[in-house]
């Protein structure tokens, strides 16, 4: 049996979290510096939610992208602080209980804990403060110039298709044996990624990946809380 | 040879030293002293001129350093041995800067004369707009009459607390030098003249106010309110009310007098303006007076000493950042300008640092003090902090839903002054609201709306009030916050590199948000803001109050200097 370390990588959105990247860039649009830039921003925000909900189901690359757009011209003073009252008043009524047991197993069974999410850094670490099992998180970043977010995200942007070849290249730099490793992820983008490991899981999975893990056998986990 | 700098240690300069510390109630010279009395046990003597006379000059200061909670630390680190520590370590002398021979005795002036390495003049009036006759007495001559100590001393130097903002209306990088042919604006100007012109104006004020004719009109002014008030005054209350209004009178005039000669030359206010006077007499002087000019930026709340947040009294931020957790949405401010900022710790440890080099005859003419220079903070940066800080604390803490949920995000914004929602404008509206409902009511509404309009008139009158007097304090800051593009040059420091870390000045490393955020507007509101609203302020009581002891035996500097203990140490 091989001696190299095990990992349990987890999707945030729908398996930690019920809450998504357009409820955040909803929210951040809503509180932006003076009601001029607050409509406008939320606005865009709104309207860029079909694009993403149509693309959620294939390459959600482009629909983070165009979501993260309203960020643009906000300062990382206000992003960070809005970060904070976005985690405590909205995204930890959002948690999943469930997947939070879930990570608390992989942990006692010894795994490294690896958490990817398409939320920006800003809000995720704070997220990643309270789950205390997480050994590594990989989330989307902003692009900041002069102090302000640009509205782009840094490559590579996570939720795409890139999340398997990220995967492959952070195993390669652990050690990780990933015919040992496990995966839990809910969204058709994230085929990829739970087809390299050992175990992959798919957790309350839209449709396009709960379609693939039927025919691919893999197990199914459908949780609410 | 080498022009590498040499390392100083502040400890090791400052042990035996005796130094003579004016403005020691002042929120700077407070913090000095403490931070010193803290981190320096084998300092000589300090002594501490403070005005008054005999007993009384003492239990002002036993007041000071029981009630202040800058000298927790000290408190807390020396218990039931404060007394004896403070008393080996301190003098207070009686004596007042404004005075010749700084109001000393002649005995003490003489001891002191041979006792002092280094006077700190931190003495100095810091509103912005006084009667100038105060102003001129205590910035121009309090640094004039310790010029004089310091000549008539052994062996004396002095460090003169100035202020960057001598720098007047300008804009640019100013560097750390006296310009001392002209004003900010480019007046030709001579130290000694301007001098005397100020005390030119000073006694044609005087005479306007002296003259009868002023009297006679003042009179009958009074007679004639009397009489629409329905009374009829007698003469010893018409005169007792003529002279009151003298009074009030000649200040008003003395203030407008200040500003008025202050912007004629390119300063903002009198403050500035007699600071910078101060420094120019004192420049005239310099080849007698050996002097370093330091000029710190806005000196805001500690970073660490003596605790996170620790501030006082009406400082520069902190009735703007009032002014952002208030309805009242746009400060006149503009995006990139600087507001400098510079926390009080940082201060005194600058202070200390150039001290020590005058005493090893190493300073340099200017030390400027800021963060503009190393760690620029735009004053939209500051708002928007400002902005956040409130609304943070408001979620939480608002006193009704009103202030939680709408307040807390009715975000301050820097905006142009003549932005159409400027406070003036909403003044004048209020106002006009304000007499509609006085006046402008129609006859025939009910007499229930009439007694509601007059109700609702009271609230905007006073609303009316209170914005006029936001438009006075943004009028004030102005200069800083939008007119003028400063950048302080703060470099001189850095010819003195400190061996012992705790002391180094490093503004560079004050990470802005944090600091605004959890450090300075907690400070504020613990500090600052119950003063603006006349709550009452909190204070610290020691569990054993210090008693500054008649007649302590002194430990002599050297033998001091050779025993170099922390002050911890010394408490256990």
């Known amino acids: 049996m091989s001696a190299k370390p095990t990992a349990a990588f987890f999707r945030a959105e729908g398996v930690l979290v019920s809450s998504g990247v357009m409820q955040a860039a909803m929210f951040m649009a809503g509180q932006r510096a003076g009601m001029r830039e607050r409509a406008l921003r939320f606005g865009q925000a709104l309207a860029s939610a079909p694009l993403f909900g149509l693309l959620g189901q294939n390459d959600r690359t482009l629909g983070n992208r165009v979501a993260h757009l309203c960020y643009r011209d906000m300062t990382e003073d206000r992003i960070v602080v809005l970060a904070e009252e976005y985690v405590d008043d909205v995204l930890s009524e959002k948690i999943l209980d469930s997947g939070i047991e879930l990570l608390r197993r992989a942990k006692a069974d010894g795994h490294r804990i690896v958490v990817l999410s398409e939320g920006i850094s800003e809000i995720m670490e704070r997220v990643r403060e309270k789950w205390r099992y997480v050994d590594d998180l990989v989330c989307n970043r902003l692009e900041y110039r002069a102090g302000k977010a640009t509205g782009k995200l840094l490559d590579p942007v996570i939720g795409g298709y890139e999340g398997g070849k990220w995967l492959s290249q952070y195993a390669a730099v652990h050690d990780i044996d990933l015919s040992r490793s496990f995966a839990y992820a809910g969204h058709g983008p994230d085929l990829l990624l739970l087809s390299q490991v050992g175990h992959p899981c798919a957790v309350n999975p839209d449709f396009t990946l709960r379609k693939a893990a039927r025919e691919a056998d893999w197990p199914l986990m459908d949780y609410k809380a | 040879m080498s022009d590498a700098p040499v390392t100083l240690s502040i400890r090791e300069t400052l042990a035996g030293k005796h130094i003579l510390l004016t403005g020691a109630s002042g929120f700077v010279g407070k913090v000095w002293l403490a931070m010193v009395l803290n981190d320096i046990p084998q300092i000589g003597r300090i002594y501490v001129l403070l005005r008054g006379k005999g007993r009384g000059v003492k239990e002002r200061f036993e007041k000071i350093l029981n009630e202040s909670p800058v000298f927790k630390p000290l408190h807390e680190a020396h218990e039931g041995r404060m007394s004896e520590f403070i008393s080996q370590r301190i003098e207070v002398v009686a004596g007042d800067v404004s005075q010749p021979h700084l109001g000393m005795d002649t005995e003490t002036e003489a001891r002191l004369r041979r006792d002092v390495d280094v006077v700190l003049h931190c003495a100095g009036l810091v509103d912005f707009n006084p009667d100038i006759r105060e102003a001129l007495s205590s910035n121009v001559e309090g640094a004039m009459h310790v010029a004089d100590f310091v000549e008539s001393s052994d062996h004396a130097s002095v460090l003169h607390v100035s202020t960057c903002y001598v720098a007047g209306h300008r804009d640019g990088f100013v560097t750390e030098t006296i310009v001392t ?392």
């Open chain 2, 181 to 572: 042919d002209r004003s900010p604006n480019g007046t030709p100007l001579h130290a000694a003249d301007e001098y005397a012109k100020l005390q030119e104006i000073i006694a044609g004020v005087q005479a306007e106010n002296d003259d009868p004719a002023t009297e006679v009109n003042l009179r009958e002014d009074v007679v004639r309110r009397l009489a629409e008030r329905g009374h009829q005054g007698d003469y010893k209350r018409v005169t007792d009310m003529v002279g009151r209004l003298k009074r009030k009178r000649l200040r008003e005039m003395m203030a407008k007098a200040g500003t008025d000669r202050a912007k004629a030359l390119g300063w903002p206010n009198t403050y500035t303006y007699t600071k910078a006077l101060a420094e120019l007499l004192l420049e005239c002087r310099s080849d007698r007076v050996r002097f370093a000019s330091f000029r710190p930026a806005i000196v805001e709340s500690a970073m660490e000493f003596p605790f996170a947040g620790w501030n006082e009294g009406f400082n520069t931020s902190g009735p703007l950042v009032y002014l952002a957790g208030t309805w009242f949405r746009h400060v006149p401010a503009a995006a990139g300008n600087a507001l400098d900022v510079i926390p009080v710790d940082s201060v005194c440890r600058a202070l200390s640092i150039v001290l020590c080099a005058l005493i090893r005859g190493e300073a340099s003419q200017v030390y400027q003090c800021g963060s503009s220079d190393r760690n620029f903070l735009p004053v939209d940066r500051l708002t928007e902090l400002s902005a956040l800080g409130h609304r943070q604390h408001l979620r939480k803490h608002g006193s009704d839903a009103l202030e939680r949920l709408v307040l807390s995000r009715w975000d301050a914004l820097a905006a142009d002054p003549e932005h159409v929602l400027n406070v003036t404008n909403i003044r004048k509206l209020m106002g006009q609201v304000t007499r509609y409902l006085k006046h402008g009511m129609p006859e025939k509404i009910p007499s229930e709306v009439r007694e509601w309009a007059d109700d609702l008139s009271k609230t905007t009158d006073s609303g009316v009030r209170k914005l006029r007097q936001i438009e006075d304090v943004l009028e004030m800051f102005m200069p800083f916050t939008y007119q003028h593009f400063c950048v302080f040059q703060c470099r001189a420091i850095d010819r003195h590199p400190v061996a012992e870390r705790e002391f180094r000045f490093a503004p560079e490393d004050i990470e802005w948000r944090s600091y605004w955020l959890d450090v300075h507007m907690p400070g504020l509101r613990r500090w600052c803001f119950p003063e603006y609203e006349d709550k009452p302020k909190e204070t610290y009581a020691p569990q054993t109050p210090f008693r500054l002891l008649d007649a302590p035996v002194p430990e002599s500097g050297e033998s001091r200097s050779h025993a170099p203990q922390p002050a911890r140490e010394e408490a256990g």
